[in-house]
């Protein structure tokens, strides 16, 4: 088995299926996300690798603060 080194992990959010980001970039695997679940709003981890490379490590309906 062979592991991938990583940089780190970046949240984005989907709301009534548009992705945002908090850099405005929104991966291809994000849009995907946001084009196939039906929920009105969730969240979605995506780890990058070193080689640029977007894995999705999670997707959830948690609990989230709206002010």
């Known amino acids: 088995m062979t592991y ?3 940089e780190g992990v970046e949240r ?3 709301l009534n299926g548009q992705a945002f980001a908090r850099d405005g970039e929104v991966p291809a695997v994000v849009q995907a996300c946001a084009e196939r679940i039906d929920s009105l709003l969730f969240s979605v981890d995506v780890v ?3 080689e640029g490379i977007c894995r999705l490590c999670n997707w959830g309906m948690g ?3 709206i002010a």
Request: hydrophobic share 60%.
């Open 12 to 14: 984005y959010f989907v």
């Open 48 to 50: 990058r690798t070193v």
């Open 63 to 65: 609990r989230f603060a």
């Open 4 to 6: 991938e080194a990583l």
